[in-house]
Structures are given as structure tokens and as C-alpha cells.
């Protein structure tokens, strides 16, 4: 297979990409060799800090990836390995810093110091435009849907709406899975967020189970609530029976979004991208 052409716009020209497909940063789900296989489509994935269970395992893999576009996502609220992270993150002088939950103000000041690009992931008009006066590159606008941490704004209004009120690029978030909705996305945004569709890979963290539920899950089967982690989320009800019955810890609940309706294998990570991208270009052309 061919790569497709690429899809520029102003998202893949500051970080140097082929196509504005961002692989989200997801807890226990984004693996190093997602990241690889995602970059060498020609994309990029984030990596939260806090997949590694140590800093030093965080601060190994950072001198261990290789010279290729990547993100880490720092949690600025309520973690204690903020700082010491945030560090290794400006020696490694990392690419891309997604922030979530908190004020980007301190991240940005050092990432941009060393050239860095700073996206902030916002679910309204408040936070975007603090993240805004901070001075971030882009805004992350997570509409409803979404997997993990969801808002509650409809993909259709958020991004346009941040975009029209900040004036800064825009990547749109929350049930992403094909070309088609990509080619949607970039009428509203400068690039696509897809989160629940790379759990279905290979080099994803998640296990065949992971893998089944969400092959076999429909938008019906995701459920909205705050109850494993005090901020509201998208789960998999399957995985959330157990831990109502207090069966199994929160560990076990897997999240979703919306986005589950719209896939129905496991695919390597390189193969979607370009498969992703492919189908853009096919349903951009038959646009009426
Ligand atoms: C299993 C899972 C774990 C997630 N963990 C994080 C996380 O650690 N940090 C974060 O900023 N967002 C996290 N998210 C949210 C994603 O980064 C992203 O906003 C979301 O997946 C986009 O929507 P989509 O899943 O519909 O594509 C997570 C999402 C999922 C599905």
C-alpha cells in the first residue's frame, strides 16, 4: 500500500506532518510503539507521562524514541509528578505537550522556550480562552462523545465556536473514526483528535477483550458519568457492571466514545492512518 497524499493544513505545517490526524493520549492505552507506528505514517500520537509507573521509565523512554514528530500529555491537576516530568520533558525538548485539567501557563512558558508546541484540551469557552490568553498554539476542543473525559458540547458547535472566539487552530475531538468524519472535522477545524478508534490496533495497550467490546459496542453502550474518576466520562457499560457490583476496580472500566459505531476490526496503526487518509480524499471527491 501506497501512502495517500498528504492532507495539509495548518495543524500538519506546525508540526510537520503529513496528515492532521493527532492519535490521542490515552491512560493505559497509548504505548511507545503506537506513537512509532503512527509517526511513520506519516501522523502523530501523544503519550501521557503517567503510562509509565515511574519517572525514570518515563524519562528512559523519552531517550529511547527515536527523532520522530511525538506528544506527551501532562495532567496539570492533582499530579505530583507534574514537575519532575515537565523537566525531562524540556531536556528531550519534545516535540508536542498536550495539557489537560489545569492552567497550560507554566508548560507553555518552557516548552516554547526550547521551540516546543503547546495544545491545550478544553470542552468549552471558558478554559479555551484562559488557555488562549496563556498563549497556547492550539486548542484540543473535546465535544461529547468523546472517549475519557468528554464534554458535553456537540462536535458541530464546539470547534467552530473556539475557533471563532480564540482565532487559534483547532483540533476537534470526540468520535472520530474514518476518513469521512475527518473530511467533516477539517470543515470546522484544522485537524481531527481520534481517540476510542486507535484502542483497536495491535500496538495499543489494550487487550483482546478491550479489543472485542469495542468491535462489538454501539453508541447505546456507552455511558456518560462521573462515577469511576469524579469527572465525568465516557465508559463501556459492559466493563462498568462489574465495578458498580464492586466486583472490580476502576482499572478494569474501559472507556469509549460514541466513535465505537464506526469500527469493526483491529487494525495495525500505520495501515489506519493511511486508511483514514485514503478515505478522505475518496469522500472529499465525491462531495456534492
Ligand atoms: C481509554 C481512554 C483513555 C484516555 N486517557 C486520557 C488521558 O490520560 N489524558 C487525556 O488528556 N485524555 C485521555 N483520554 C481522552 C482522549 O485523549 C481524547 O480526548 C478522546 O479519546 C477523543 O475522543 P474519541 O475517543 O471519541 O476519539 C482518554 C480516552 C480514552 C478512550
Not at 503512527?38 to 528512559?60: M, Q
Not at 488557555?131 to 461529547?144: N, P
Not at 476537534?172 to 469521512?180: E, K, Q, S, Y
Request: glycine residues 10%; aromatic residues 8%; charged residues 20%.
Amino acid at each position: 500500500m501506497n501512502p495517500p497524499d498528504p492532507i495539509p493544513t495548518r495543524i500538519t505545517a506546525m508540526l510537520g506532518i503529513r496528515y492532521p490526524i493527532v492519535v490521542a493520549p490515552m491512560f493505559l492505552v497509548s504505548t511507545p510503539e503506537l506513537l512509532l507506528a503512527v509517526a511513520e505514517a506519516g501522523a502523530i500520537a501523544v503519550i501521557p507521562s503517567l503510562n509509565f509507573r515511574t519517572h525514570a521509565g518515563f524519562a528512559a523512554f523519552l531517550e529511547a524514541f527515536p527523532d520522530r514528530p511525538f506528544g506527551v500529555n501532562l495532567i496539570l491537576k492533582e499530579n505530583p509528578r507534574l514537575e519532575e516530568d515537565l523537566d525531562a520533558v524540556v531536556r528531550r525538548r519534545v516535540p508536542l505537550v498536550v495539557t489537560s485539567l489545569g492552567d497550560p501557563g507554566p508548560v507553555v512558558e518552557r516548552v516554547k522556550a526550547y521551540g516546543g508546541r503547546v495544545f491545550a484540551d478544553v470542552v468549552g469557552l471558558r478554559h479555551a480562552k484562559k488557555a488562549a490568553e496563556r498563549g497556547v498554539d492550539a486548542l484540543v476542543a473535546v465535544a461529547c462523545g468523546a472517549g475519557g473525559h468528554a464534554g458535553t458540547v456537540s462536535p458541530f458547535v464546539l470547534a467552530p465556536w473556539l475557533a471563532e472566539a480564540t482565532g487559534l487552530p483547532v483540533i476537534a475531538a470526540g468520535g472520530l473514526a474514518t476518513g469521512r468524519q475527518l473530511l467533516a472535522a477539517l470543515a470546522l477545524a484544522d485537524a481531527g483528535y481520534f481517540g476510542t478508534r486507535f484502542i483497536a490496533t495491535p500496538e495499543s495497550g489494550a487487550d483482546d477483550a478491550y479489543h472485542r467490546m469495542l468491535v462489538e459496542a454501539t453508541p447505546e453502550d456507552v455511558v456518560y458519568t462521573a462515577e469511576v474518576t469524579g469527572v465525568p466520562a465516557n465508559f463501556l457499560a459492559p466493563s462498568l457492571a462489574g465495578f458498580r457490583r464492586g466486583a472490580k476496580p476502576w482499572k478494569e472500566v474501559r472507556s469509549a466514545g460514541h466513535g465505537v459505531a464506526l469500527i469493526r476490526q483491529v487494525a495495525p496503526a500505520r495501515e489506519l492512518v493511511w486508511r483514514i487518509a485514503g478515505e478522505y480524499h475518496r469522500a472529499k471527491a465525491g462531495l456534492p
